[in-house]
């Protein structure tokens, strides 16, 4: 159930997110990667490696993670924290799937 204190914007339709490669989804002022895992759970993250800005949707994904296509940062779809040795987090964001229709919700 979504609370009304907050938004709740349509990203799309399920089918049209290819399973384990992001696609760039751009909300307000927002640049988002937005994941279809092999789980078939929708993650959506902020678009830019905090090291160097790499594009995060052109990353490459294995199960909960996606690795930055510039430098190959381990970044946690789940919480957005980078994997050690290195550092930083990137936003995550609240996804909700009603139908066949994915939500982005904050």
């Known amino acids: 159930m979504v609370n009304k204190d907050v938004t709740k914007v349509c990203i799309g339709k399920i089918e049209e997110l290819p399973e384990q490669l992001?696609?760039?989804?751009?909300?307000?002022d927002k640049e988002l990667a937005v994941f279809k895992l092999s789980d078939g759970s929708i993650r959506a993250i902020e678009n830019r490696c905090p090291h160097k800005g790499g594009v995060l949707a052109e990353g490459?994904?294995?199960?909960?993670?996606?690795?930055?296509?510039?430098?190959?940062?381990?970044?946690?779809?789940?919480?957005?924290?980078?994997?050690?040795?290195?550092?930083?987090?990137?936003?995550?964001?609240?996804?909700?799937?009603?139908g066949e229709h994915v939500y982005l919700v904050y």
């Not at 550092?87 to 609240?94: A, F």
């Open 22 to 28: 992001g696609k760039t989804v751009y909300i307000e």
């Open 60 to 98: 490459i994904v294995s199960g909960q993670y996606v690795f930055c296509p510039m430098h190959d940062w381990k970044i946690s779809l789940e919480d957005g924290i980078v994997q050690e040795p290195d550092h930083g987090c990137v936003k995550t964001y609240e996804t909700l799937i009603e």
